[in-house]
């Protein structure tokens, strides 16, 4: 599966609409601290369906949308679009006669997130089993946080082995046993 743009819109500090083109070989995003190079990967994961706000280094969700500044106004909405390169034909059946797929989470002050695939409507659920079935997704081991390997060497067992069941891919074995114990 390959990520072929980000655009963002209201997301943290990318206020004014942003689009990145992520082409193959794409090794590495430069810039002086705070510029919003974590930001652009909580976006990524953000798009994916992550839906932990401290994951977004935020208290709750709505934090994700511009604040605003001393001279811009904050924002009520905040949207980011993941755009996907379909030729190997990786979708849902639903989607997979497209070429190109895009999925776009919008969050609204007091409304909560929305998401669509390629202009419909989508659950949070779809878009997460969406990557999770093409190995990757928000919670991907493929994605390291700033800070994220001195939490590993410093985590107390319990917590140290979440991550490596994240790494190993059972994670949503847990999550799909969960939901069945709650029918
Ligand atoms: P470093 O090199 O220090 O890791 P970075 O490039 O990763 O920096 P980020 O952490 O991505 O930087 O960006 C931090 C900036 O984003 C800060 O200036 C912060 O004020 C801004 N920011 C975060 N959330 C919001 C928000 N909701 N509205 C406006 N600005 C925000
Ligand atoms: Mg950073």
Redesign the pocket.
């Known amino acids: 599966m390959q990520f072929t743009r980000l655009r963002l819109n209201g997301f ?2 990318f ?1 004014d609409p942003t689009d990145l083109v992520i082409q193959a070989g794409l090794t590495g995003v430069v ?10 990967l ?1 976006a990524l994961r953000w798009v994916m369906g992550e839906n932990r706000p401290t994951a977004m ?2 208290a709750g969700m709505e ?7 001393d001279q811009r106004p ?1 924002r009520h909405f905040a949207e980011v679009t993941l755009q996907l390169d379909n030729r190997e034909r990786v979708a849902p059946a639903a989607f997979n006669d497209a070429d190109t797929l895009d999925i776009v989470r919008r969050i609204t002050r007091d409304a909560g997130s929305a998401y669509k695939i390629n202009g419909k409507e989508a659950r949070a659920r779809d878009v997460q089993m969406l990557f999770a079935d093409a190995s990757t997704g928000a919670h991907s081991p493929a994605l390291v946080r ?1 800070g994220q390997i001195s939490e590993l060497i410093n985590a107390k067992p319990k917590a140290r082995r979440r991550i490596l069941e994240e790494a190993a891919g059972i994670s949503g074995l847990y999550q799909r046993r969960h939901e069945a114990e709650l029918r």
Do not use: H, M
């Open positions: 943290k500090s206020v810039g002086p601290n705070g510029c919003g190079k974590s930001n652009l909580e280094r935020g934090d994700v949308i511009f604040a605003g500044t904050a700033q």
